[in-house]
């Protein structure tokens, strides 16, 4: 059976966004050596799991970053291992996405949530991760279908926003590791 990780970036204070989705508090400084980590950890999985709303703006985004000459060498490598991933893009409704290498699975409760994941889970390949949006993980996280979690903790706290988990969940630490820019990366295992 394939691992599912949720592939996270936070504030220290714990939320993904601000109260309103706003990521204006991410660190924006360069550091080669969290970014050649972010990229083996997206390289580590050949499904991603999103949301229908983040993925409107975050699967185009990246195929264009992509072709951008003038993005940094660090966020076209990244783009370029986004890009290569199958995206199974989450909805409540029937929608038609035009995106590459992306599916639309519609699922209405719960339960629907669970079987699609698992029918992911029991097919050959790599490791599946989600990489954004807080509903989906959220939910993904509750429902605990993750197996682990990856989370890049910034220097910042924000005061309020949108956190992960909205409920208790154990966890054990697997690995930390701090980067000059003031990231720490920690990754915690289900129990």
């Known amino acids: 059976m394939r691992k599912l990780f949720i592939y996270m970036t936070m504030s220290m ?4 966004c601000g109260p309103n989705g706003e990521l204006d508090w ?4 360069p550091d080669q050596e ?3 980590d972010i990229v083996a950890i997206i390289s580590s999985a050949d499904t991603g799991i999103i949301g229908y709303p983040t ?5 185009p985004y990246w195929v264009n970053v992509e072709k951008d000459a003038s993005a940094s060498p660090g966020d076209r490598d990244l783009a370029k291992v986004i890009n290569k991933q199958h995206g199974v893009v989450l ?3 029937e929608v038609k996405l035009d995106f590459p290498n992306s599916e639309v ?4 409760s ?3 949530l669970i079987d699609a994941v698992n029918k992911f889970k029991n097919q050959p390949g790599k490791s599946i ?6 509903r989906t993980a959220q939910k993904i996280a509750s429902l605990g279908l993750a197996d682990e979690y990856l989370l890049m903790v910034h220097p910042v706290a924000i005061g309020s926003g949108k956190g992960l988990f909205t409920k208790k969940v154990n966890l054990q630490l697997v690995s930390s590791k701090s980067y000059g820019s003031g990231v720490v990366r920690l990754r915690y295992r289900s129990v």
């Open 105 to 108: 699975v519609v699922v209405k």
């Open 91 to 93: 909805s409540n409704t």
């Open 55 to 59: 993925a409107i703006g975050m699967i």
């Open 13 to 16: 204070d714990g939320f993904l």
């Open 26 to 29: 991410m660190l924006r400084t």
């Open 34 to 36: 969290l970014n050649d």
């Open 129 to 134: 991760g989600v990489p954004g949006g807080v």
């Open 110 to 112: 719960d339960n629907e």
